[in-house]
């Protein structure tokens, strides 16, 4: 228990609470800290560390005498205990004796409470959700990231539409988190080399649950003042920084586990940002004593790398000549010239300019890839098949697990006390359970609808007085309407809140502006839109976008109907989210890698009415929300935006609208809400970090580790077992050849055939050095003529029948053309092994031709 606070005794169980941050899922939690002071609560930011510090003695000393209120107190702290020494999890009950093998995951940012201010936007927001989840399920689970010396920066946007950025200096012994120290009860020191310098780094730890997240800081004394301010802030600086930043996550955070005597089993990393630390585990292991091309296989077979970005500028990349200087000592260390290093990470960028990609050496160093939904998986596949040359775009080992959200954490209490009363106080234990949300159906829609609104005045309430903070400091000089001009909270309202990027199109509405404006402002049907997010810094088109929302805000016949809420953020995001009745989203498909926003919003009763990218295509079921414009994706940006804008304006005024204002007498729109009900039930489960990382563990974490265990068994013997088999699959591949018949002509005649028609098919492989168990024989079938190769591909194994001659192996199969048009057989041989997750894990394929 930490010594930070002075508390009467009787409420020490107050450190507790503010020094776990559990009380970011739990609304109950955090309202024995706001009992105390509900002002002063709000005032620090809901931060419980700075909260407890400044808080009166006189008002301890009342709250201490409290009886009512150390009952409650004492019942949240139970509530606590009873979490984190649980009798069983759901790890454990399947797992248990895969209990002590860590997962390790690799973040540059996380985002769990507002009061740990260490994320930008929705990777962060995510992170922070895996970890509370993996807290939830009971993994075996630890998370690495970096311990920012400046919050991520709030927004203020001025009188013109302008945003303006001010960046924080943390506190960090005021924040959630604690210094981890020696025996000596100093910190805990890493140190990495960086070019000609040793940067030393402390190392902090959050407490998510039952879970730890170390975050690394550069701000100790014995660094140069520089050094100590190479992690300043999140994605900021030069690239020089973020290089630095992207060495001491990857090189340092693996250091820090050792150092802490934490020794993962598996390796997470969440985007490429981390992809140094697979370099450090090469370095690790071949100072042990094992050859590159050994260590290479463990750490590929021990690696997960998840993709977020399907936008080329996003994926994190460095010129060589910037390479040549951090990591010119490096490769020798490897045993390998610089030549190999540089082409586990080598990209030709859209401008045909050769650089080192992070996203590229993540998928060198992983054999288990994904995208966070089924529709970036297929996106993921395509950007990406350059580094997996041969293989069918549909095959390339990148998967997809669909993102989804911490249900807790995104709930308003007035759902709880709703899901308390109808479903059970037990529903926390069916989150992952489908069926068991049919019963939300059996909510009347009266109390159902009164919830709804009740949660829309809070949001009303919360950011009506944020409006009012900001237009005070315009000090009158300025055209926006008055604060009692907007929210109004019987108008249907639409959030719209993300980060400003051009490829979210936040101004497609805009595009027939006089048609928008004759829909807000029907007197008998009103409509009102808020705004919300934040533009990187350095992204003038992402500001601009921003502005032109802050000029529109401001136009007649649309003030009071375009609201902009400043400085984005998750207490911002819990609010709309909870509160709007319909979450719009329009980015140009297929850039959306999932949106998570959308998910938060139906498990509270709202409706999503987004285009049909990221997760939405998955979730979308044609009663549960609306699609803007159709699956197609096109080239034409112009044409794009004018057919997604006309449906957006068709769908708006002809059912959306009307679906919502059709209210019996009492006012309760019956339809609108069994739409509501079916948003919820068809999203909370399938989408929700419960579904999310239990799929993480059964496809990947599971097989990971399974793999890990037999390979470091008896000093790595069967790792040794597979490296051997393997390097003898490499060396004779090239000699491996796939014929019709034993001369190796090749009858093009026989290979086409048509709707109906079956063929038995022989074919030769002669290969020296490789078994017929080594390998897996396909036959496949095209659609002739197809636009993108291998969209029509099926394919079926043949049986091995018996050596043909000396090394060549006879192999059998019977295909039939099941649909119409006109169709071409080929034949492939892919390599065979027990241990692989996929056929293409040694990206080795022959094809007949």
């Not at 929705?122 to 689970?141: I, N, Q, R």
């Not at 500001?543 to 929302?549: F, G, R, T």
């Amino acid at each position: 228990m930490t010594e930070r606070f002075n508390l009467p005794e009787n409420l020490k169980p107050l450190e507790d609470l503010a020094m776990n941050l559990w009380f970011s899922w739990n609304p109950d939690t955090r309202d024995i800290f706001r009992e105390i002071d509900q002002e002063l609560w709000r005032s620090v930011g809901r931060n419980p560390v700075i909260f407890l510090k400044s808080v009166s003695k006189q008002k301890l000393k009342k709250i201490a005498d409290n009886q009512a209120y150390l009952a409650k107190m004492k019942a949240a702290h139970q509530r606590f205990l009873d979490y984190m020494n649980p009798k069983s999890t759901r790890f454990e009950e399947n797992y248990p004796n895969l209990k002590d093998q860590v997962i390790a995951y690799f973040s540059a940012e996380y985002g769990i409470h507002e009061s740990l201010p260490n994320y930008a936007g929705g990777l962060g927001v995510l992170s922070g959700d895996h970890c509370k989840t993996a807290s939830d399920l009971g993994l075996p689970f630890v998370a690495v990231g970096l311990m920012y010396k400046h919050a991520y920066f709030s927004q203020f946007v001025d009188a013109e539409g302008n945003q303006q950025e001010e960046y924080q200096i943390l506190d960090h012994t005021n924040l959630p988190i604690s210094l981890i120290k020696d025996d000596h009860d100093q910190p805990l020191l890493v140190s990495v080399p960086i070019i000609d310098q040793t940067i030393y780094i402390k190392i902090w730890e959050a407490k998510i649950g039952r879970i730890s997240l170390y975050l690394l800081d550069t701000t100790v004394d014995k660094n140069l003042d520089e050094d100590k301010e190479i992690i300043h802030s999140l994605y900021g600086g030069t690239r020089e920084t973020r290089m630095r930043q992207e060495i001491i996550l990857g090189i340092g955070g693996l250091r820090a586990l050792r150092k802490m005597g934490i020794n993962p089993a598996i390796f997470h990393m969440n985007e490429g940002h981390s992809a140094f630390l697979g370099l450090e585990r090469l370095y690790e292991l071949m100072n042990e004593g094992m050859s590159f091309k050994m260590a290479l296989e463990f750490v590929r077979s021990t690696t997960l790398f998840t993709t977020h970005t399907p936008v080329p500028a996003g994926n994190e990349a460095f010129e060589f000549d910037m390479m040549d200087r951090y990591f010119n000592n490096f490769w020798p260390e490897l045993e390998i010239s610089n030549d190999y290093f540089f082409d586990l990470g080598r990209n030709i960028n859209i401008h045909q300019h050769e650089n080192f990609s992070l996203t590229i050496l993540a998928l060198n160093l992983s054999y288990m890839a994904n995208g966070v939904s089924e529709l970036h998986g297929e996106t993921s596949r395509d950007m990406w098949q350059k580094v997996f040359p041969g293989i069918p775009t549909h095959e390339i080992p990148i998967g997809h697990v669909t993102n989804g959200i911490h249900t807790e954490s995104w709930l308003h209490r007035d759902m709880i006390k709703l899901f308390n009363e109808y479903l059970g106080e037990d529903w926390r234990h069916h989150i992952h359970d489908e069926q068991y949300w049919d019963k939300v159906f059996d909510i009347p829609d009266d109390v159902f609808w009164k919830t709804m609104l009740k949660m829309k005045k809070d949001m009303t309430d919360h950011l009506r007085r944020r409006y009012k903070e900001r237009l005070e400091r315009f000090n009158g000089q300025h055209s926006y309407p008055a604060p009692n001009e907007i929210l109004d909270e019987k108008c249907l309202t639409i959030g719209f809140a993300r980060r400003f990027s051009p490829y979210k199109r936040a101004t497609l509405m805009f595009r027939d502006i006089e048609r928008l404006k004759k829909i807000l402002n029907n007197s008998e049907r009103p409509v009102q839109v808020l705004f919300s997010g934040k533009a990187h810094p350095h992204n003038d088109a992402g500001k601009s976008l921003i502005k032109q929302i802050n000029e529109y805000a401001r136009q007649e016949g649309l003030r009071g109907k375009i609201i902009f809420i400043e400085d984005y953020s998750i207490n911002v995001s819990r609010s709309l989210v909870s509160g709007v009745d319909v979450w719009l989203n329009t980015p140009r498909r297929p850039l959306e890698a999932s949106g998570t926003s959308g998910q938060k919003v139906p498990i509270n009763g709202g409706i999503n009415f987004s285009v049909l990218d990221g997760w939405w295509p998955e979730g979308y079921n044609g009663q549960n929300g609306w699609a803007i414009g159709s699956e197609q994706s096109y080239t034409d940006h112009n044409l794009q935006d004018e057919e997604d804008s006309k449906s957006f304006y068709d769908i708006l005024e002809n059912k959306i609208i009307p679906l919502y204002y059709d209210q019996d007498k009492k006012g309760i729109p019956h339809g609108w809400v069994k739409m509501a009900k079916e948003s919820l039930r068809s999203t909370l489960s399938r989408f929700s970090t419960h579904t999310m990382v239990w799929n993480y563990a059964q496809k990947y974490y599971l097989p990971g580790i399974k793999r890990y265990i037999k390979y470091t068994e008896n000093d790595y013997a069967g790792l040794f077992r597979f490296y051997r088999w393997n390097n003898r699959i490499k060396r004779h591949w090239k000699n491996l050849s796939v014929s019709l018949n034993n001369s190796n002509e090749i009858m093009d005649d026989n290979r086409v055939f048509t709707s109906g028609e079956s063929k038995d098919i022989t074919v030769f492989i002669k290969m020296i050095g490789i078994d017929p168990e080594d390998i897996t024989v396909e036959l496949t079938l095209e659609r002739r003529f197809a636009l993108k190769g291998n969209q029509h591909m099926v394919k079926k194994p043949m049986g091995y029948v018996g050596e043909a001659g000396e090394n060549i192996y006879e192999y059998r199969g019977r295909i039939k053309c099941e649909n119409g048009a006109s169709y071409q057989f080929n034949c492939r041989v892919v390599p065979k092994h027990e241990d692989f997750y996929n056929p293409h894990e040694i990206r080795l394929i022959k094809w007949l031709d």
